[in-house]
């Protein structure tokens, strides 16, 4: 699926001379069969038909039921003509009732008759359409926008353009979400193919929205753009940043690589004067249409919301918004559907230097088109200025970052739309309340007018546009909550209102009539009120006539009486019903009961003007009434709580397992008022809880094993069940009478033992779930089940070669932990480099010590420990150890880099080493580090040489080496231990210098 044309196409990026005027009309019958019957097939968009007779309205359903009718409809016009939604060649919009698709001249036919299709336009192709800059729109600065908090922090704007190098410095973590589409095909003059991951249509993975890759540099405007509407600097500055340089970007990639063709007689789409490139990139209408429907589902006003979607691309110029329209419906409805949740959508007017048209899709209704000025504040000569423009922004020499991770100059209405996207941006953050028409009219107010030949036009200034977005803050309602029903007025009314708010109103309707207005000045004076926090509470008092069984609705308006601005709180509803709702206190809601004689009592509040009430039990499941009373207020109500008493006939009635409702319907007489309903269940008798073993416990020896539970005081006998948990076979079940055989139940607590012929049903080494069931005549109810294991005896904690050690000495002592039930131990030790057992030996104590020879130096085993009995076996975790025999020396003295002024000052050599059980030498090692010449080497040995004193050794330096140092020489020195196991070299060499005198 792609679309047919790239001729007739003007540049987006700098000054143009090339002036593009519209191909036939995009939605002309006669030209979409002509191109059908040409290419022997035509890309359209079409538009689909989703107000049908008997159904809602489109623009009254929710999301999910649009989405829905979308689909059907796109299912039911590719039926129509053959095709399926698999196709490759279909491009379908979740949120837009249109889909894009190649269609045969045929298949044209069909859809341009079809009563199911509203509109079919041909698939056109579009094109690419701060330091300095951000001053000039009032965002730097002590009083400017980011110190004021416009900065677009919580904020996300959609980039429709070439993708964005994510690790670009300008851009360190900005890009939160990215996706790219992609056209691949054959066409008139050139060659089109998909810029995205592996050349698909479509993908989300990450580094879809990276820059896409093509001659000519045109693939560094996404990062550009991106760069100016959120980048910022790093390290911080306070002006070389983008417009909301808080805020976060969304790039979605739409441009695919453009080829022309290699024939001479073929009008070339890239090569053009001052661009000899034969490589570029376009972006297919059907792409960008699908990147908006993503925008849309990417909104969430709470946890993602969309600022704007700046689209700094397009072509083919129209005199006026109806011309536009007619000719590319399909972004009519697209533009329109994310206006309709609140987001704009921001595109550059094009670059043709037309003061009475404009480029689409920024002629289209809706979108917030930008033209760009100078640094001196002029429309720049490039700019489209149709008189239908809505801003205009710095667009010339501006500077951002471009792929690489560098900064790039860029000049063109492409520059201009970002600033007014993150101008955007920066404003919902410090007002987000404030919705876009509002922070559109606060910009077009605020704006600084520039004339030019084709007249005034706005540029915006961010600064001045937060002074008109004082916009007062949504009240918060406080009573009476929502649904409250109400017997009598006066009724007191009480809300909070925010900042920017000067009066409030509260309102109470009738349907679509206002009954009530109270005006309250000021509110931000009201009382403080300790019920709420201690918040400022306005509280106003209503006297009216409300009618008796009926539902008003009431909210508060604050307002700004200093510039007219309003904002509404939620909606909430009230009943007045004579007498009111009586309120449920006793049993509280879906309460359990474990016997007949717990419902003992129905409780509620006392009703104002009720002079009877009728108390309601019945059973949920088949309707069945237990109670049915009528009671007088003055026999049952005391301190405004009235009671009821359950009598034992109808406690009798309660069933096990069951669930009940109880209401109460307050009277005066003549009017009644129908309490909520609360639930009550059954569970005869209450439930044991589990309480020894915890939940997957491990018994080491049958002796040990007991199973004890809460004690129901209403249980008559207490059922036990016991299975494999592997294979759900049951091998204990009994029924104990309380007291029985094996149980006790004392201090609230039963235990079970188990007798001797059940311990021959439990195997070790197996896991068993159990249960118990509490049972009377009016029931049983059974715990929750647990899991307990047998496994004799436990297995060992390893103690000693710690896990992961290094042993220096080759004898080696083992040791772990004494399990009671083990008769004796296994210990094991490998060889990691080969696998091979090394040792294996049975052990009646918890230690053992293998003398050296055993272990070679510098190897890695693993150990570990079996415990043993008559029932069988468990192995401790497995640990490993290193050998480095013997401890590597640690150099002292001399010091490293050490200056010797005489050679008397080398008297000693000392080093630390490990303790050792074998015998051991040590191999003293000077060489000048010059050439590397050995000057001293000798075998010291301890007592005779040296003194080693603990850890310490102290070698005196013979005149030998003395005489050996040369005056203005390095000298390298180290020491080798060797001991029968293996020797080690010092982890270090350290220098002394001869520096004589």
Known sequence: MAPVSAQDRARGDGPADLRAAPEASAVDPAYLRAQADQHGTVSVIVGLVVNLPGRMAFADMDDGAQRAVISQMQDAVLAQIGQTRSMPEVKRYATFPMMALQASPEELDVLLESTLVSFVQENRWREPSLIQSTAIIGMQGATGAWALGADGQGTNVVVIDSGIEKAHPFLTGKVVSEACWGTTGVFTGFTATSNCPGNVAYTNVPGSGEPCNVAGGECDHGTHVGGTIAGESNPPSDTFNGVAKEGRLVSLQVFSRIQDDADPMTTPVCVRPGYPHTECILAADGDIIAAMDYARLLHNADTFPIAAVNMSLGNESYPSQASCDAALPAYVVAVAGLNSIGVPVVASSGNQGSTISMNAPACITGVISVGATTDFDQIATFTNSAPFLTFVAPGVNIESSVPGGIYGVKTGTSQAAPHVSGAIAALRSLRPEADITQIIDALMNSAVNITDIGGTFKRIDVDGAIGELDIPDKPKLRLPADGAAFAASP????????????????????????????????????????????????????????????????????????????????????????????????????????????????????????????????????????????????????????????????????????????????????????????????????????????????????????????????????????????????????????????????????????????????????????????????????SLPRIFRIQSPAPPALIAPADDAKLNDANVTFSWSAISDADSYKLIVKDTKNGAKVLKTTVVGTTFMQPAGLFKNDRTYKWFVKSKNELGSAKSVKYTFKTEFPHKPNLQSPADNTKLHDPSELTTMVWRSGNTTEPITYKVIVKRVDNGVKVFKQVVSVGVDTVCDATICTFTVPQSLRNALKDGKDYKWHVRAETPSGSQKSATKFIFKARFP
């Open 491 to 782: 009724i007191t009314f009480k809300f909070s209102t925010g900042d920017f708010t000067t009066r409030a109103t509260l309102e109470i309707w009738d349907g679509n009539t206002r009954i009530v207005k109270e005006n309250v000045d000021d509110p931000g004076s009201c009382p403080q009120d300790p019920a709420f926090g201690n918040k400022v509470v306005c509280a106003v008092n209503v006297t009216y006539p409300f009618v008796d069984e009926k539902t008003y609705t009431w909210l508060v308006v604050a307002k700004n009486m200093d510039n007219g601005s309003r904002t509404n709180s939620v909606t909430r509803s009230f009943e007045f019903d004579t007498p009111g709702r009586a309120t449920l206190l006793t049993p509280a809601n879906k309460v359990t009961i474990n016997t007949q004689a717990e419902l003992a009592v129905l409780q509620w509040g006392e009703v104002d003007l009720a002079t009877s009430y009728r108390v309601t039990l019945f059973d949920t499941d088949d309707g069945a009434v237990i109670i049915n009373a009528t009671v007088a207020e003055g026999t049952v109500c005391a301190s405004q709580v009235c009671t009821y008493t359950v009598q034992p006939f109808e406690q009798s009635q309660l069933l096990d397992d069951k669930k009940y409702k109880w209401y109460v319907v307050s009277m005066d007489g003549s009017d009644t008022s129908k309490s909520e309903k609360f639930k009550i269940f059954t569970e005869f008798p209450a439930a044991p809880m589990l309480t020894y073993p915890d939940n997957n416990w491990t018994f080491n020896a049958l002796d040990d094993i007991e199973l004890r539970w809460t004690e129901v005081a209403t249980a008559e006998e207490y059922r036990l069940r016991i299975w494999k948990n592997a294979n759900n076979k049951k091998i204990i079940d009994v029924t104990y009478v309380v007291p029985g055989r094996s149980i006790g139940c004392s201090a609230g607590t039963c235990t079970w033992t188990p007798e001797p012929v059940d311990l021959t049903l439990l195997q070790n080494q197996t896991d068993y779930r159990w249960t118990v069931r509490a049972e009377n005549a009016l029931g049983k109810t059974e």
